[in-house]
């Protein structure tokens, strides 16, 4: 394996947990008010230093959809998932945007999110 370059981002950033590989600009987000197994998710218009897995489709709270699955460059940490194709639609405006869930990433101020007990006993 090559060495891995990533792309810096300047201003306020979301970034890997683990690692701190950026991945998108606080200005890119289109919506904090998604939700993923563990608490909250955010969904972004970029993203970058992600790498795909397969396409598959997955039955979610807003119907049937076909997602990859982003991992970070660095670290291969999964850290949410891309919007491929809505079928339903009102929900077209999702596809080619992404979806990283907030418990996996540090915030552009440094914080990380807990995910709450109760999240977690569902």
């Given at each position: 394996?090559?060495?891995?370059?990533?792309?810096?981002?300047?201003?306020?950033?979301?970034?890997?947990?683990?690692?701190q590989t950026p991945f998108a600009l606080a200005?890119?987000?289109?919506?904090?008010?998604?939700?993923?197994?563990?608490?909250?998710?955010?969904l972004f218009d970029n993203v970058v230093n992600?790498?795909?897995?397969?396409?598959?489709?997955?039955?979610?709270?807003?119907?049937?959809?076909?997602?990859?699955?982003?991992?970070?460059?660095?670290?291969?940490?999964?850290?949410?998932?891309?919007?491929?194709?809505?079928?339903?639609?009102?929900?077209?405006?999702?596809?080619?945007?992404?979806?990283?869930?907030?418990?996996?990433v540090m915030g552009p101020d440094g914080s990380?999110?807990?995910?709450?007990?109760?999240?977690?006993?569902?």
């Amino acid at each position: 394996m090559g060495r891995v370059f990533t792309i810096t981002l300047e201003g306020n950033f979301y970034s890997c947990k683990h690692c701190q590989t950026p991945f998108a600009l606080a200005d890119d987000i289109v919506s904090k008010s998604f939700h993923c197994r563990y608490g909250k998710a955010y969904l972004f218009d970029n993203v970058v230093n992600v790498t795909v897995g397969e396409k598959e489709n997955r039955m979610m709270i807003t119907g049937l959809h076909t997602v990859v699955d982003i991992f970070c460059v660095t670290c291969g940490s999964i850290v949410g998932w891309k919007y491929e194709t809505a079928y339903d639609k009102s929900q077209k405006y999702k596809e080619g945007k992404f979806i990283l869930e907030r418990y996996k990433v540090m915030g552009p101020d440094g914080s990380l999110y807990l995910v709450a007990q109760e999240d977690a006993e569902e």
